[in-house]
C-alpha cells in the first residue's frame, strides 16, 4: 500500500531563509506528483505538478524536484517570506487513471518577519 | 471564472442525522472528487464522478454518497452522521489533468 511521508511536520524560518520541505513515498510506481500549499481552514493551492518522467518544476521562486527510484521529492523555497506562512501537501497520483490523489499529512511552515 | 465553489461553507449536524454538500466545477470541467480532511490530516480520496456516475471510490463505507447533475454539478451525502466524520470536506474539478481544490465545507457533529 503506498504511504507518503511528510518531515518535518512543522518548520519555524525566520525571513529571506531558503529551505527543504521533504516528501517521501514507499512505492515508486507512480503517475505524477503535486505540491500543495493550504492556508488555515482553506482549500488546497497547487503549486507545482511533476510528471514520472520529469526531474523538477519551477515556479518562481519554488523549485520541486522528484527522484522516483528513492522515492523521494523534495521542495525548494528560496527566500522566505511571511506570505510563505502556510501547510504544504505532497499528493501523488499513482496511475493515469482516476483523481485519487495520495496526500501526506503536510509540513506548517511559518516565517517570521 | 469564478473557480470550484462549495457550500455550505460550514454545517453542524448532530450524530446519526443525514446532510448534503454541494459543489459547483470550475468552468469548463467536467470531472468532480471529492475528499475529506480530518483536522492535522491529509486529504483523503472519497470518490470521483464523470458524466454522471461514480468512476473511482476510495476507502469509505457506503453512508457516502453522491451524485453529478447534466450540468457537471455535484452533491456528496453522509447518512447516519457519527462524531468522527467531523472534517473538512473538499471537492475537486478537473478535465483530464490537474485538480483544482475549492475552499471545502466545515463539517461538524455533535
Known amino acids: 500500500k503506498q504511504e507518503v511521508t511528510q518531515i518535518p511536520a512543522a518548520l519555524s524560518v525566520p525571513e529571506g531563509e531558503n529551505l527543504v520541505l521533504n516528501c517521501s513515498f514507499t512505492d515508486s510506481a507512480i503517475y505524477n506528483l503535486q505540491w500543495f500549499r493550504q492556508d488555515p481552514g482553506k482549500g488546497l493551492t497547487s503549486l507545482l505538478l511533476?510528471?514520472?518522467?520529469?526531474r523538477e518544476q519551477t515556479s518562481g521562486r519554488l523549485n520541486a524536484s522528484l527522484d522516483k527510484s528513492s522515492g523521494r521529492s523534495t521542495l525548494y523555497i528560496a527566500a522566505s517570506q511571511p506570505g510563505d506562512s502556510a501547510t504544504y501537501l505532497c499528493a501523488l497520483k499513482a496511475n493515469q487513471a482516476g483523481t485519487a490523489l495520495i496526500f501526506g499529512k503536510g509540513t506548517t511552515l511559518s516565517v517570521s518577519s | 471564472d469564478a473557480g470550484v465553489t462549495q457550500s455550505p461553507t460550514h454545517l453542524i449536524k448532530t450524530r446519526g442525522q443525514q446532510v448534503t454538500l454541494r459543489c459547483s466545477p470550475k468552468?469548463?470541467?467536467?470531472?468532480v472528487s471529492w475528499y475529506q480532511q480530518a483536522l492535522g490530516q491529509g486529504p483523503q480520496f472519497i470518490f470521483q464522478y464523470y458524466e454522471e456516475e461514480e468512476r473511482q471510490r476510495g476507502n469509505f463505507p457506503d453512508r457516502f454518497s453522491g451524485h453529478q447533475f447534466p450540468n457537471y454539478s455535484s452533491e456528496l451525502n453522509v447518512n447516519a452522521l457519527l462524531l468522527g466524520d467531523s472534517a473538512l470536506y473538499l471537492c475537486?474539478?478537473?478535465?483530464?489533468?490537474?485538480?483544482?481544490f475549492g475552499p471545502g465545507t466545515r463539517l461538524t457533529v455533535l
Open positions: 475537486a474539478s478537473s478535465l483530464g489533468g490537474a485538480l483544482f
Open positions: 468552468s469548463g470541467h467536467d470531472t
Open positions: 511533476i510528471q514520472s518522467s520529469q
